[in-house]
Nanobody, 127 residues
């Protein structure tokens, strides 16, 4: 059973930075993407960023491109991914979750391709 553990959320002022972590345990050999999604208050969950596990290709939503960076921890034998969030804006306020996709044909930004989800972590950006 694959489990994902998310950590690193908090309260920050606009312009500040936060780093989220996602650690996966269990049978993760068939991982295709690890993605980050967020759900703002009163809105649907949306794609933020993803990394293709085999080759490290990264994908970002337009709203976070050039401010957020997704990276994997190659030093660890387990699946560990980070989301560095810089220049945070109030509109980045949301519950952030990491997720794992395994389908060969799954798209990095397609929420339907993600089967395993970590618990959410709250990110609040004050103006």
């Amino acid at each position: 059973q694959v489990q994902l553990v998310t950590s690193g959320g908090g309260l920050v002022q606009a312009g500040g930075s936060l780093r989220l972590s996602c650690a996966a345990s269990g049978p993760t050999l068939s991982t295709k993407h690890i993605g980050w999604f967020r759900q703002p208050p009163g809105k649907e969950r949306e794609f933020v960023a993803a990394i293709r596990w085999m080759n490290g290709s990264t994908y970002y939503s337009d709203s976070v491109k050039d401010r957020f960076t997704i990276a994997r921890d190659n030093a660890k034998s387990t699946v560990a991914v980070y989301l560095q969030m810089n220049n945070l804006k109030p509109e980045d306020t949301a519950v952030y979750s990491c997720a794992r996709a395994t389908g060969v044909n799954s798209r990095a930004d397609d929420i339907n391709g993600y089967r395993h989800w970590g618990q959410g972590t709250q990110v609040t950006v004050s103006s």
